[in-house]
């Protein structure tokens, strides 16, 4: 691969993208990569994003509406999730942050 590509992986759907997240989490490093949603060519586009300079994925799914809540909790044992306004105490989830953003320099692919 060469030197600052880029490699785009489009799921099927979010609950797909998320175990990547759940996966991330129980990882040696216990990184939880960001959510991000931006309207890119009259889509809702929800991704992440994993590795290092030089050898960037970015996980996406395109959805049909833009995010009503700030955070998704994300149970560590099933996957299962659920779109919330604020954080929450259940020790078995993730909370993971809906970032909005405005503009990105990324072109995802149809």
């Not at 030197?3 to 939880?32: C, F």
């Not at 779109?83 to 692919?109: A, C, M, N, R």
């Amino acid at each position: 691969m060469p030197e600052n590509e880029i490699v785009y992986l489009k799921y099927h759907d979010l609950e797909d993208m998320l175990k990547v997240i759940i996966y991330s989490a129980q990882s040696m490093l216990g990184v939880i990569p960001m959510l991000y949603h931006i309207s890119h060519n009259g889509r809702n586009v929800l991704f992440i994003q994993t590795g290092a300079v030089g050898a960037v994925t970015v996980h996406y799914v395109v959805q049909n509406e833009k995010p009503s809540k700030k955070f998704i909790q994300l149970k560590r044992l099933s996957g299962e999730y659920t779109f919330i306004d604020s954080l929450g105490t259940d020790s078995q989830s993730l909370y993971v942050p809906i970032l909005q953003l405005e503009k990105s320099t990324l072109s995802f692919p149809a």
